[in-house]
């Protein structure tokens, strides 16, 4: 079996967010040494839980698409999420246009990448496994939410995996 690795990095706002967050809860942690005591608690409680949503963002955060011969997945540090040949109907470049009016509905909105749950006036309910908010490639699925990534060369993975489809 062959794959195809495409790259995916993160865009400037994602950065910036990804870095930040952690760095804060880190603060609050230090702040915990010189406040009063009874404020210490909430800092400590309020420090751990952006510690443990950066953690887990940080796991599924997407690092890598790959082409597979039966089907495209996505790699995280948890582990692939597999989208099967058998699924995929339709892969093709987000027009910028599709964006207009999306909204965050569940899921992360920068810190890692952009994964969960969005939705567009255009598009509807969608499943987001994104580094960045530019580049965007969409996968229609069989019975499913469309799948948005964000590969670095999104024609060059369109074409991939749209041959990939026609030889199967």
């Known amino acids: 079996m062959i794959t195809r690795t495409f790259t995916c990095t993160s865009d400037f706002f994602s950065r910036i967010v990804s870095n930040a967050v952690?760095?804060?809860?880190?603060?609050?942690?230090?702040?915990?040494?010189?406040?009063?005591?009874?404020?210490?608690?909430?800092?400590?409680?309020?420090?751990?839980?952006?510690?443990?949503l950066s953690g887990a963002c940080l796991l599924y955060a997407p690092k890598e698409y790959l082409i597979q011969s039966d089907g495209i997945a996505v790699r995280r540090m948890v582990g692939l999420k597999k989208f099967q040949l058998e699924k995929l109907l339709l892969i093709r470049k987000m027009d910028a246009a599709e964006t207009k009016g999306l909204i965050r509905t569940f899921g992360n909105g920068g810190l890692f990448g952009y994964t969960g749950r969005y939705y567009s006036p255009s598009l509807g309910q969608q499943s987001w496994y994104c580094s960045r908010r530019t580049g965007l490639v969409v996968i229609q699925l069989r019975e499913s939410l469309p799948v948005i990534f964000s590969p670095e060369d999104p024609e060059a993975f369109v074409e991939a995996a749209n041959e990939m489809i026609r030889t199967a």
């Open 22 to 52: 952690p760095a804060g809860a880190v603060v609050m942690l230090v702040l915990t040494f010189v406040s009063p005591e009874e404020s210490r608690s909430s800092l400590v409680a309020a420090a751990l839980l952006m510690l443990v």
